[in-house]
């Protein structure tokens, strides 16, 4: 597609509810990224993955946080058990190659509110 | 680990005036990369500038410049001839890694809000 889409746009969920947030990155683009950004703040790195492998999960909070990519392409980030403390806008970059420019895609992010 | 520091949470600048926001970062790192990221009200994630830390020179996009201080670990944002547009939180950000392998990975400042009067 023109650019990173994600879905949901917005999530409202109970604690304890598991949910999915999903990432389409722009065609063609190698490496994907997860982000998460409380109000306020900037965002911090969760996770990353190059093809269908992921590198680097050393932002993941907990093993609640889980992420995929199996075909190379679109990727979920999946949280289980959700906690109030989860709520924020989950953000998801693409980049041509993580090893080149450096410059990062950003969707419109996933909001999520855990009641 | 890098840490990004942007010390001035709020800054305000008339129409058609220059601003400099500051960004200092800690790395022990020789080759990286530093960011402006532009977030509007929109809450989109956009790139203003990119500085790669080899390059002595200081980027220019238009309006846009960097006085890059590598020794004093300074980055900071010149926006010119401001305008209303420009309004919004602005980031600064690290990304570094061995073999070119992490820089997608950045680390972000706190922010600092811009607001441009008429």
């Known amino acids: 597609g023109a650019g990173v889409s994600q879905s949901p ?21 190698v490496s994907l990224y997860w982000y998460r950004q409380a109000l306020g703040q900037g965002p911090e790195f969760l996770t990353y993955f190059n093809y269908e492998a992921q590198q680097d999960k050393s932002g993941l909070p907990n093993d609640r946080f889980s992420a995929e990519r199996p075909e190379g392409s679109i990727s979920t980030l999946t949280i289980q058990r959700t906690e109030q403390r989860d709520s924020a806008m989950y953000r998801c970059a693409s980049s041509l190659k993580g090893g080149g420019t450096g410059e990062l895609f950003f ?7 855990v009641l | 680990a890098q840490t990004v520091t942007q010390s001035q949470p709020e800054m305000s600048v008339q129409e058609a005036e220059t601003v400099t926001l500051s960004c200092t970062y800690d790395t022990s790192e020789s080759n990286y990369y530093l960011f402006w990221y532009k977030q509007p009200p929109s809450r989109q994630m956009i790139l203003v500038i990119r500085q790669e830390a080899y390059k002595q020179q200081n980027a220019t996009e238009n309006r846009f410049s960097v006085n890059f201080q590598k020794a004093a670990k300074s980055f900071s944002l010149k926006i010119s001839d401001s305008q209303l547009g420009d309004t ?14 992490s820089y997608g990975k950045l680390t972000f400042g706190q922010g600092t809000i811009l607001t441009v009067h008429p």
Request: some cysteine; glycine content about 20%; aromatic content about 10%.
């Open chain 1, 107 to 113: 969707g419109e992010g996933s909001r999520l509110t």
């Open chain 2, 88 to 101: 919004a939180m602005y980031f600064c950000a690290f990304a570094g890694g061995a073999g070119g392998t």
């Open chain 1, 9 to 29: 746009r917005y999530k409202v969920t109970k604690r304890g509810q598991d949910v999915a947030l999903r990432c389409d990155p722009i065609s063609g683009h």
